[in-house]
């Protein structure tokens, strides 16, 4: 039964994301260290971001607007505004920033592309989602786009259904063991796991805790091609 | 040549959305005019809106973001962090109010599904639809959900397109003249437009510019299985 449709994560898989958010992170860290130098900020946003995360979904608004609550209450409200201007700032420059490719992915689509259905299959906020697409040029290279709120067990299975997909003819590629990896193979699919230099913590599962079988981890995405034929 | 698909929009169409920005924005008023109280507060958070649509794209998040924004604007930046939080609480209240249908919603949707395809045709923040939707109970009328960035002659071109529809199959729902009734009375598509009782500005059309045909005006959703029978 030789794969027949694969399914790629945009964040981190095809173009870079989190080492912004890292980066805006650190620009975080400093400012509040300014303000309040014993504060644990890193740990502080993560939790907001955490909390949040059922109000806000994903995407850079969210993470804006957890950014601003925690500046505004680990500083107990002393702030100034021109201070979470600069975090308003900070947020419009990650949305606007050139969706910039990993090495290797423009290659390797365009060798996949005449094989197989290719699908972009990636959560968080559907402007920013669409946006980093339409930015990335790799458009016309996918038969279709599945933006999600959540990647579980349920939304692939309405990614199948929807698409008339059989399990066992799927892949996913993507650098999350818990969104692209988990689900897939829960539900008989396969998949690739590809690790991103940076991965947020809630994307994490234990080695132990992953599945035994169904799934393969390479380096680079050049790598892929070359899985597939195996599969 | 009846119509076979009917398409609904979600904001201000099947459940309130406008009526509960009106309110924040009463408030962020308010609050601004202890400030402030000779600036235009309303007409310097539209343009300040309009101005971040193309980084923020449409949604409470959005909105939350634009009024922060706004708020540092016209203080200079003397704006105290603790009334920033306010606002940050008025886009959390917004995102977590229960859906509430208009009235006749649920009644017609329920005569109309057994004899038409339903769809919900909605733009928006993703996470925030989908929500609502889920809230609705509405969810299992529709036979399918259609999220777009933007609604217009090319996103509805896209949805016609994946689900195999015929344009003058098709009619349009909805309560916004530059969304609901132009984009789909150009492809060739059936509208019907019933005005809400608050309107953003930004989705007002001269009632001159409007095409002469292909559309119709009704006061409530009550009205429509008796007027999609006459189509």
Do not use: C
């Amino acid at each position: 039964m030789p794969v027949r449709v694969v399914g790629f994560d945009g964040d981190d898989t095809l173009w870079h994301s989190e080492t912004r958010f890292h980066v805006t992170q650190g620009e975080f860290h400093e400012l509040l260290e300014r303000h309040v130098p014993e504060a644990d900020a890193d740990r502080r946003l993560a939790e907001m971001e955490l909390k949040n995360l059922g109000i806000y979904g994903y995407g850079v608004k969210s993470f804006t607007l957890s950014m601003l609550e925690t500046a505004i209450e680990l500083t107990e409200g002393q702030i100034p505004a021109s201070d979470l201007k600069v975090i308003l700032g900070w947020g419009k420059r990650m949305l606007m920033e050139p969706t910039e490719l990993l090495e290797g992915v423009e290659e390797t689509l365009h060798k996949l592309s005449p094989s197989y259905d290719l699908l972009l299959i990636t959560k968080g906020d559907l402007f920013d989602q669409e946006s980093k697409l339409a930015q990335s040029g790799l458009g016309d290279l996918f038969l279709g786009v599945e933006i999600l709120t959540e990647k579980n067990v349920d939304s692939y299975r309405g990614v199948f259904r929807r698409r008339s997909i059989q399990p066992e003819d799927f892949v996913m590629v993507g650098n999350s063991l818990r969104s692209d990896v988990v689900p897939v193979v829960s539900l008989g699919g396969h998949a690739v796991h590809i690790p991103y230099e940076v991965t947020w913590d809630h994307e994490h599962v234990p080695e132990e805790e992953m599945p035994k079988g169904g799934w393969r981890r390479i380096a680079s995405i050049r790598e892929l091609p070359g899985l597939l034929e195996e599969l």
